[in-house]
């Protein structure tokens, strides 16, 4: 029994264990890439239906027309807006 365990010992210390190890890892996350791949489900985003709306003489939507978000059309007494539905990053508190 102690000769088979000493056979065994020995050829473990001869197998590279870092060797093994990597191919173990390589072949474990090629197989979760691959199996990721094959059974995601397609992601197509539908074009969207625009005939509702009328572009006008220059050939824009309503929402393309006014692009101006300069500092200066913001009221005074605008409430400032805060993203609460966000973690804070980097701050203690």
Do not use: C
């Not at 088979?4 to 210390?13: D, H, K, R, T």
């Not at 197989?31 to 990721?36: E, G, L």
């Not at 539908?46 to 692009?67: A, C, M």
């Amino acid at each position: 029994m102690s000769n088979l365990l000493n056979q065994v010992a020995e050829g473990i210390s001869k197998i590279n264990l870092r060797h093994i190890m990597l191919i173990f890892f390589l072949l474990i996350t090629s197989t979760s890439f691959i199996v990721q791949q094959l059974t995601k489900k397609k992601r197509q985003q539908k074009e969207e239906d625009f005939s509702q709306f009328e572009k006008n003489e220059e050939g824009l939507y309503p929402w393309e027309v006014d692009t101006d978000d300069s500092p200066s059309r913001i009221d005074e007494k605008a409430k400032r807006y805060v993203n609460k539905h966000q973690p804070r990053r980097g701050k203690w508190g």
